[in-house]
């Protein structure tokens, strides 16, 4: 059985739920990457905060990305999967909630990050296709 944890990208950078918005796009120019997890103070995951979240989320509506912290695009609960989930749970979550990156999750510590780019460069090309449409209905 192939787990999650074999696949995720491990120790993600998380953006504090009080750091700004530009921090947070800052953070993501510094690694290239289009999200990163919101944690509290408590180290926990509270949300997911995407290029595409500040963008068309705050920027677009006037919010100034030096004053916004990230916890205002925090919204619900964010869909995880368990590290020693089997890789077909995290699929199915990806493709049911219909996003890129699903945080990991281990003794409710956030503990990696598995995306469409590390399912494309282990599992087989149908099984990305797949993914990868549902995804982007």
Same mark, same amino acid.
């Given at each position: 059985m192939?787990?999650t944890?074999?696949?995720?990208t +491990?120790?993600?950078?998380?953006i504090?739920?009080?750091?700004?918005?530009r921090?947070?796009a800052?953070?993501?120019a510094?690694?290239d990457?289009?999200?990163?997890?919101?944690?509290?103070?408590?180290s926990?995951?509270?949300?997911?905060?995407?290029d595409r979240?500040?963008?068309?989320?705050?920027?677009?509506?006037?919010?100034?990305?030096?004053?916004? +912290?990230?916890? %205002?695009?925090?919204?619900?609960r964010?869909?995880t999967?368990?590290?020693?989930?089997d890789?077909?749970?995290?699929l199915?979550?990806m493709?049911e909630?219909?996003v890129?990156?699903?945080?990991?999750?281990a003794d409710c510590?956030l503990?990696g990050?598995?995306s469409q %780019?590390?399912?494309a460069r282990s599992?087989?090309?149908?099984t990305?296709?797949k993914?990868?449409?549902?995804?982007?209905r």
């Amino acid at each position: 059985m192939t787990t999650t944890r074999d696949l995720m990208t +491990p120790s993600p950078r998380c953006i504090g739920v009080n750091d700004s918005l530009r921090i947070a796009a800052s953070v993501m120019a510094d690694l290239d990457v289009g999200a990163l997890p919101i944690c509290g103070e408590d180290s926990k995951l509270k949300g997911m905060l995407t290029d595409r979240d500040i963008v068309v989320g705050a920027i677009a509506l006037g919010m100034d990305p030096e004053t916004t +912290p990230a916890s %205002a695009l925090a919204k619900g609960r964010p869909v995880t999967v368990d590290a020693d989930d089997d890789i077909r749970v995290a699929l199915d979550r990806m493709q049911e909630n219909q996003v890129r990156r699903l945080p990991v999750i281990a003794d409710c510590r956030l503990v990696g990050i598995v995306s469409q %780019a590390d399912i494309a460069r282990s599992l087989s090309a149908a099984t990305t296709g797949k993914t990868v449409e549902s995804i982007s209905r």
